[in-house]
């Protein structure tokens, strides 16, 4: 969201998450992540009451009167009002969703063309297999609750990005293989269709909180390799690429990568996810100024350079 410290606003925003704490005068307050198609912005609800916590639940659609402030290098929106919408506003949740720049359709067939380019039978029949049992899902969730690519079709947009640096890398390294790489880059998130709730106030399942999306791919890659009657080594360096492409092991990583395409694979998902993170924090600055913190970029904040267009 594009807003200076001190700007009074007046907006309809969806509630993305709510989270209640207690202040130190013993009273309830509720932190509320607040978004719109531009971003989302944090906003504190004070002295909030149990009829309060259960009205301000996420997805649902409120008006907001407030004053942007910064606290500890973010924005903040500061409340003066706040009301649940009903029907006379006319606004749906569809209208405050923010969504991939590219058209659902787009994706669809570059992954498409992806799949179809693969020479092995084995690797290609696995991925078209599993991407065709979630496709619907796949192209509309986001890739995550925060940090990056977490917009309506996120993950396909990650996908596709992802597919585009892979097929860079490979031009100028022949000697890795096309095919395990961009099935690694279709699959190793793949399993973010059963981990996350949907792409709506996205949250984690309880399968999500319990397996998390790399045991879910790994299971699913195991069974479609037996549905399709398909044995040989391709199976278990797909389970591979997707186990590892966290890189490490504090990073979430059950195994750290041991093949080729799994190394280059850990890196194109960091340097996409990154972008993602670094171009949301600088759109909402101006050239000369410096963003919010960015928390999983080690809290950095970021310069934008005046001489930028």
């Not at 860079?168 to 399993?191: E, F, K, N, Q």
């Not at 998390?212 to 080594?233: F, K, T």
């Not at 195994?255 to 280059?264: C, Q, R």
Request: charged fraction near 25%; avoid cysteine.
């Amino acid at each position: 969201m594009e807003y200076n410290v001190g700007e009074q606003v007046q907006l309809y925003l969806l509630v993305k998450s709510q989270t209640k704490g207690i202040a130190s005068n013993g009273k309830a307050f509720l932190t509320l992540i607040l978004q719109d198609k531009s971003g989302d912005i944090e906003a504190k609800f004070w002295d909030a009451s149990s009829e309060d916590e259960q009205t301000y639940q996420p997805q649902t659609i409120v008006q907001v009167a407030g004053e942007i402030h910064e606290y500890r290098g973010r924005l903040q929106l500061k409340l003066k009002q706040i009301r649940p919408t009903n029907e006379q506003d006319g606004v749906e949740v569809g209208d405050l969703l923010e969504r991939a720049p590219l058209a659902v359709k787009e994706m669809q067939d570059i992954v498409t063309q992806y799949i179809f380019d693969m020479k092995s039978p084995a690797i290609q029949r696995i991925t078209r297999h599993l991407v065709k049992k979630v496709e619907k899902d796949f192209f509309l969730y986001p890739a995550a609750t925060k940090n990056h690519h977490e917009f309506v079709s996120g993950l396909a947009y990650h996908v596709v990005s992802m597919l585009k640096l892979a097929k860079s890398i490979a031009d100028l390294y022949p000697s890795l293989d096309r095919d395990l790489l961009y099935a690694g880059v279709i699959l190793h998130d793949l399993g973010k269709v059963q981990e996350l709730s949907g792409p709506v106030a996205t949250s984690y399942t309880v399968e999500g909180n319990l397996l998390g999306h790399i045991n879910i791919m790994v299971e699913q890659i195991s069974q479609a390799a037996i549905e399709l009657s398909i044995e040989g080594e391709e199976v278990m360096i797909l389970k591979h690429l997707v186990l590892s492409h966290h890189g490490k092991a504090e990073w979430g990583s059950p195994k750290p990568p041991m093949v080729k395409e799994a190394e280059i694979l850990h890196y194109i998902d960091n340097i996409d996810a990154k972008m993602n993170m670094l171009d949301r924090a600088l759109e909402r600055v101006k050239p000369g100024e410096f963003s919010e913190r960015v928390f999983a970029l080690d809290n950095r904040n970021f310069y934008k350079p005046t001489f930028h267009n």
